[in-house]
């Protein structure tokens, strides 16, 4: 009998604690965050870190679209270049490189525009102007260089600044420490760190992806140069 009671006992305390699991567990729901909540709590160093990646963006898609037109070719471009400087037509010649808006046909023009001259002479202008080209093609790469480095920075920057705040408020709380007070400078700490490691790594990854693309135009660049100091070289019919 007294076992049945005891059983009967735990049924109806495990029936009392029901309700308070439910009100826990809904608290523990309502308690949950979002990106953007967790951003608010990472404190001032997350706008210089929002700055950063909105920017390196900004740029990345930028200098993709440049990157992408001064790949495009027009495989009759040199062919053409090589009948009209074989007929003398040195006119028509410069006007197809004004017309096609790529690097190679900007470096051509200037060798055309050379003729004459020393074939060292043409050379040393050819590549010059695709140094000029390239320069032009990089504009924007140390940002999201910077980016890529500078982002994990200000994430350890936050680290130290979250956990100086939680030291600092954990001492002034003397033998009254809660967890809900040192939760401030921990939430800074760690949300910072990992929005810096974060927007440092789509850094890293865009920079490597623009430097490929950019070393695939100079290769093109440097094949064009070629076959046009080989059609100086060759005899005309």
């Known amino acids: 009998m007294s076992i049945l009671l005891?059983?009967?006992?735990?049924v109806a305390q495990a029936i009392q604690t029901m309700p308070e699991l439910s009100q826990v567990a809904s608290e523990s729901q309502e308690a949950s965050l979002n990106v953007f909540d967790l951003a608010l709590k990472g404190g001032w160093i997350m706008?210089?870190?929002a700055v950063l990646l909105f920017v390196s963006i900004a740029v990345f898609i930028e200098r993709v679209m440049v990157i992408k037109k001064a790949?495009?070719?027009?495989?009759?471009?040199?062919?053409?270049?090589k009948d009209y400087?074989?007929?003398?037509?040195?006119?028509?010649a410069l006007n197809l490189c004004k017309s096609t808006n790529t690097p190679y046909a900007r470096m051509t023009e200037k060798g055309i525009s050379r003729l004459g001259r020393p074939m060292n002479d043409i050379l040393v202008a050819v590549e010059n102007v695709g140094n000029i080209e390239v320069a032009k093609l990089e504009k924007g790469f140390s940002l999201v260089a910077t980016t890529a480095a500078g982002a994990p920075m200000l994430g350890f920057l936050g680290t130290v600044t979250g956990m100086i705040k939680a030291f600092f408020d954990m001492a002034n709380a003397g033998s009254n420490v809660d967890i809900s007070l040192l939760s401030s400078g921990i939430y800074e700490a760690l949300v910072t760190t990992v929005a810096g490691l974060i927007v440092g790594i789509i850094a890293l990854f865009a920079y490597n992806y623009l430097v490929a693309e950019l070393n695939g135009v100079i290769n093109k660049m440097e094949t064009r140069s070629m076959e046009f100091m080989d059609l100086l070289n060759e005899p005309s019919n």
Request: proline share 4%.
């Open 71 to 81: 790949a495009k070719e027009d495989t009759s471009f040199m062919n053409r270049i």
């Open 6 to 10: 005891t059983i009967q006992d735990g």
């Open 85 to 92: 400087i074989h007929e003398g037509k040195i006119d028509a």
């Open 47 to 49: 706008i210089p870190i």
